[in-house]
């Protein structure tokens, strides 16, 4: 039996496996996080019938079509059957239109179960366009610090003890610098990001709050959304320092385990040799090819550190202030400061949480 579903409605289905209908290309660019590709048409065949259709009539890009898919729905039925074992199928192909209907016809005929989302992928993308369009629904707590005190490391461990983090860069992939995407491979696209990110905070949906790194109006190629950056800008500023040796110590780690990120961060180097000038650069290069990875890092700190210029301690208008130099101990006031902020522990609802404001 096929059942319609809308957008709102994906929430309520247990134990659900999205499936995209769409050629590779398209599926590539943008999806519904965590679908699976399964393409009635690959890009060429696409391509093709889309020709057809245009240039000589519907039908005979109809009977193409058919002419395409017949040889590939035992194929495509397996697949299907595979997925479904204790999961239930929602297919969608852009609009919810005669890729994802036609599919789940031959699906329903060879007696599975599966769910057809109405308006497909285009009335998601809707959705989440919408959402961001409106005010953001949770106030924002923003980490900030110089580079390498450790942010990305307290965010994680905040997100493990069940706190509504969210590390922007990981959704990203990229570290927002001009080191950014060293080691990290190629970005999401836009629509991806923003789709990661409204999952991630569904997620979180019974915080009245969500905490970030600070970042800029763009990470990478990616642009945060306007109303998250707004919502950023106002909300409670947390300061985090450490010293400069566990800074490089940190960096140094996070970078290496890359095996080809000295390369990487040579080519990225060749950015900066406007500002810095070809002494500097050269200099950077040096210190690269002797493998001296700690005294190149402590050399750019200098220069990040004079851009973004935060304190090294607890000084400045902040919200609040912790120090790194002992991870635990930070991590433990930065959540009794949550804790504090939120008024109430961070398991409860939203609701508990209005109430308890009242």
């Known amino acids: 039996m096929i059942h319609e579903i809308t957008v709102e409605e994906l ?19 943008a999806t519904i996080p965590g679908a699976l590709n399964l393409p009635l048409f690959n890009n ?44 239930s199928l929602v297919l969608f192909c852009w609009r919810g239109g005669m890729r994802s209907k036609s599919l789940a016809n031959v699906f329903d005929l060879m007696g599975l179960s599966v769910y057809r989302l109405q308006g497909g992928y285009k009335a998601y993308r809707h959705w989440i366009t919408e959402y961001f369009n409106r005010e953001f629904p ?14 990305t490391e307290i965010l994680a461990r905040l997100k493990k003890d ?39 905070l569904s997620e979180v949906s019974h915080f009245p709050y969500v905490i ?51 390369p990487e961060i040579k080519s990225a180097l060749g950015r900066l040799t406007k500002i810095l000038g070809h002494k500097k650069i050269s200099l950077y290069t ?14 750019m700190l200098k220069y990040y550190d004079a851009i973004y210029a935060y304190p090294n301690g607890p000084q400045g208008d902040y919200d609040y202030a912790i120090s790194h130099l002992d991870p635990e101990k930070g991590l433990r006031e930065l959540e009794d400061y949550l804790d504090q902020w939120s008024g109430i522990p961070g398991t409860a609802t939203l609701s508990g949480i209005r109430d308890s404001a009242k």
Request: charged share 25%; net charge negative.
């Open 286 to 299: 040096t210190l690269l090819d002797q493998g001296n990875l700690e005294a190149f890092t402590e050399e």
């Open 11 to 29: 929430s309520e289905v247990k134990n659900l496996l999205l499936v995209d209908v769409r050629s590779e290309g398209e599926y590539q660019e």
């Open 162 to 200: 069940g706190y509504p983090a969210i590390d922007l860069e990981a959704l990203a992939n990229n570290r927002g610098s001009v080191f950014g995407s060293i080691g990290l491979g190629s970005a999401p696209s836009q629509k991806d990001f923003e789709a990661a990110l409204y999952e991630r």
């Open 212 to 262: 970030v790194e600070c970042e800029s109006k763009r990470i990478g190629r990616i642009n945060l959304p306007p109303s998250f950056f707004d919502a950023m800008k106002t909300g409670p500023q947390i300061l985090l320092y450490d010293s400069i040796r566990n800074r490089v110590d940190r960096l140094v780690k996070e970078y290496a385990q890359f095996p080809n990120a000295i």
């Open 44 to 87: 060429e065949e696409r391509a093709m019938i889309g020709t057809t259709y245009v240039q000589i009539s519907p039908a005979l890009a109809k009977a193409q079509g058919l002419e395409i898919v017949g040889p590939k729905l035992k194929g495509l039925y397996e697949q299907a059957s595979q997925w479904a074992k204790g999961h």
């Open 138 to 151: 949770f106030k924002v707590v923003v980490l900030r610090g110089n580079t390498g005190v450790g942010k």
